[in-house]
């Protein structure tokens, strides 16, 4: 059930989000974005985001052993992060009330 929110309820909202609210809906979006950009170099080995991967050479070898299962790993961990970041992100809205 959806309640109604006057606009000033939506703003008390958003002035009154904890930080740390704030820093997990970035951390999420940022680990989005990384695991998005990771399973495309898996995809394309020799492309141009192969550099990467010296960060964590150990950590490529593992995912491309695996094949495309190393792929699917990574795409799974980035919707659960796209879908925890909207959560999060949520409240800025109103969607969500933080007591």
């Known amino acids: 059930m959806m309640i109604a929110m006057t606009e000033e309820e939506k703003q008390s ?7 740390g609210i704030t ?4 951390f999420f979006m940022a680990a989005t974005a990384i695991t998005l950009v990771a399973s495309i170099s898996l995809l394309f080995p ?6 990467i ?14 094949g495309v299962w190393g792929v699917v790993l990574l795409l799974v961990v980035g919707c659960a992060c ?7 992100g949520a409240a800025r809205i109103g969607a969500i009330r933080w007591q």
Do not use: C, D, H, M
């Open 82 to 88: 796209a879908v925890a970041r909207l959560v999060y």
């Open 46 to 51: 020799g492309g141009f985001l192969e550099p």
């Open 13 to 19: 909202i958003k002035k009154t989000r904890p930080v």
């Open 23 to 26: 820093v997990l809906s970035i």
């Open 53 to 66: 991967w010296q960060l964590n050479p150990r950590g490529r070898a593992g995912l491309a052993a695996i």
